[in-house]
């Protein structure tokens, strides 16, 4: 708790600072709230039909398991050559069968502002970005084949297209166009937490970006470094819960907080299975992003790391008194957030504070009223808690 002074002498109204800062211990440390956003680093790709050029169909899916179709292109799976990649399973009417192989295709790079690959930044668009990529199967394409993979994605959407040209195997002086419908897995919702000393203790509500039904929430606890306390921390394996009930089992992973970006914790969470609704793990690897701007000292550290004692003490108010035509308007600069009790006095010769006031600060600063003194001199006071 930190209180400050003042005083007003009618007649010749002037204003006098009276007390300086008294620092009080706080027995208990309140929740914050801070915003998460998850996102998963596979691809959802569905299925990508064409025609060839006799009008014969193919079709294409991808998929991470070894049986079955899950539509997941993936990161650091089958060809470390590329970003992502993927099997597959190519469906010919010509030929009236399956071939089987796999796929390597890097996404689009590069960070935007907040040092997110802005491909996976739902809010960001994606116009005409062409990447590399190749092919491999057993019949259709039997020798490795490289293409160019031109993605698309509206501003807000989390679905977009990838259009794939590769050659005709029925005709290879003719081409066909694969356009694959994709999605982006994102959840963003409240991430409220309470600091320590030595761990952070939080709880996450989130929803999927373009479907709030589905939800991920549940409990993480960060433990912080001992030797860079504000900036690195590393999470306790855990367990969250989807909106099917079905839990979602994670291991430790490192969350580092960026000079550039001073107010977002960032990091790996890696799920034992990131879809339970498929018969083997799947969509394991997501980056978990807390941003935090509450930063009750305003010393540039978010209170999510920041020491307790010091994150959550209010700024020390300044206060000053200007005349009004029929009252008097007390100025309280101060942090917002916290509850600031206005007491008064008659004199300095007692301790006989009266609160006659108490309001959450909602702007620095802030004015408040106050009645003229009916006795020659009156003195107020705030404590902000």
């Avoid at 960026?258 to 790996?268: E, F, I």
Wanted: charged residues 15%; negative net charge.
């Amino acid at each position: 708790m930190i209180e400050l002074a003042i005083g007003a002498v009618m007649k010749r109204l002037f204003i006098l600072t009276v007390a300086g800062l008294v620092l009080l211990s706080t027995a208990s440390h309140g929740a914050e709230t801070a915003r998460g956003r998850i996102y998963c680093v596979s691809i959802r790709f569905q299925e990508a039909v064409a025609y060839d050029s006799y009008g014969f169909q193919w079709r294409v899916n991808l998929s991470t398991l070894a049986v079955g179709i899950n539509d997941e292109l993936a990161p650091y799976f089958l060809n470390a050559n590329y970003t992502h990649s993927a099997y597959l399973e190519i469906y010919s009417e010509l030929f009236d069968g399956t071939d089987a192989g796999a796929v390597g295709l890097n996404v689009p790079a590069n960070s935007d502002a907040n040092g997110f690959p802005y491909f996976f930044e739902v809010g960001q668009a994606v116009n005409n970005v062409v990447t590399a990529g190749t092919i491999q199967s057993s019949s259709f394409y039997p020798r490795a084949t490289g293409f160019q993979a031109t993605w698309n994605r509206a501003a807000g959407s989390t679905s977009g297209t990838c259009s794939v040209l590769l050659y005709d195997p029925s005709n290879p002086y003719n081409s066909i166009q694969f356009t694959f419908p994709f999605t982006l897995l994102e959840y963003t919702g409240p991430a409220t937490y309470t600091p320590g000393s030595k761990a952070v203790s939080a709880t996450i509500s989130l929803a999927q970006t373009g479907n709030s039904a589905s939800t991920l929430q549940g409990p993480i606890i960060f433990d912080k470094s001992s030797t860079n306390r504000f900036n690195t921390l590393t999470n306790q394996p855990g367990a969250w819960t989807n909106a099917a009930a079905q839990t979602l089992d994670f291991d430790n992973e490192v969350f580092t907080r960026d000079s550039r970006w001073p107010t977002n914790y960032a990091g790996y969470v890696y799920f034992a299975d990131g879809d339970p609704g498929t018969t083997a793990p799947d969509y394991q690897l997501w980056v978990l992003s807390i941003d935090d701007t509450n930063d009750a000292n305003a010393n540039a550290i978010p209170d999510f790391s920041d020491d307790p004692a010091l994150a959550l003490l209010p700024r020390a108010p300044r206060l000053s008194l200007t005349p009004g035509a029929t009252n008097l308007w007390l100025i309280i600069s101060g942090g917002t957030g916290h509850t600031n009790d206005i007491q008064e006095l008659d004199s300095l010769m007692t301790t006989n504070w009266q609160t006659k006031l108490s309001l959450m600060l909602t702007n620095d600063p802030q004015t408040v009223p106050l009645s003229l003194p009916t006795n020659q001199t009156k003195f107020w006071r705030v404590l902000a808690r």
